[in-house]
C-alpha cells in the first residue's frame, strides 16, 4: 500500500496546491490573452500560438480543479514550464521570424510560469491518497524519482535564473525604435501609404498631438517609435518634423503626427496595423496625403 494522506491539513493542503495551480494557469493564460488582444494576434504564426496557449492554460486549469488528477497537474506542469522555454527562445534567437523584447508583462508571465510549474510538479509527485498503490506509468514514473521536492525546488531555481538572464540581455522597448532615414511611399491596395526607410508602414496614432507622444512604456513595444529627424524621399510631400518624447530621445513627425512602425508587420507592403483599436486608441496608416 503506497503512502495515504491520513490528516484533514494534509488534504487541505492538497485542495490548496490544486487552488493554487489552477490559479496560477489562468493567471499566465490572462496575460497572454491581454497580450493577444493589444498587438500579438496579427503577428504571423506568433498570433495563433498565443490564441492556443490561452485556451490551452484554461483547459488545464479547469482539469487540474476539477479532477485533481496527476496526470493533470503533471500536463499543466509541462506547459508552464514549455511556455516559459518558448519565451526564452523567443528573446534569444527568435520564433517564427518574431524577436521578443522585454516587456514586464513577459517578466511577470515568466514568474508565475514558474510558479505554477512548482505548484502541480508538487501535486504530481505528492504520494498517492487512501487507495492501492497504482501501476500507472506516470505513477511509475513518480515513484522512481528520488527527493521530489529538491528535484522540483531546483528546476524551478534553474528556470528562474534563466529567466533573470534572459530579461536582462533582451532588447528593451526603446532599442526597437525605426531609424528614421529617408522615408518612402509605397502603394498598399489603392492607397498611397509613407514607409519608414526600409519599407515599414507607418503609422499615427489618435490620441497624440503634435508636439506630444501617447504611446510609451509597453506601447512603444509594439508601436516602435520612428526615431528623428527624418527626410523626405521620393514622393513624400508632407511636412517632416520631430518631438522629445518622454523618455528623452526624438521621434520623427509627419505633418503633425508623431511616427510608429507596428511590431506585426514582418515585411514591406503589410498594414497590418491599419484601423486597430488597442493601447489606448485608434491607429492608422499614414497616408502620402496626410
Known sequence: MARTLSTPLTQSWQLGL???GAGLLVATGAIHLDLYLTGYRTIPTIGWLFLLQVIAAFGLAAAVLVSGSRLAAAAGAGFALSTLAGYLLSIWVGLFGFAEVRTTAGLVAGIIEVAAFAVLALITLAPVTDRPASTSPLDRIVASVPAPRAVVAGISVIALVLLGIAVATANGSTATAASGGSLKT???????VLTSAKGLTLYWFAPDTSTTSNCNGSCATYWPPVKG???????????????????GSVQATYNGHPLYTYIGDSAPGQARGNNLNLNGGLWHEVTASG
Open 186 to 192: 509605397v502603394k498598399i491596395g489603392s492607397v498611397t
Open 229 to 247: 529627424p527624418a527626410t523626405a524621399g521620393a514622393g513624400v510631400t508632407g511636412t517632416l518634423g520631430t518631438i522629445k518624447r518622454a523618455d
Open 18 to 20: 490544486r487552488v493554487a
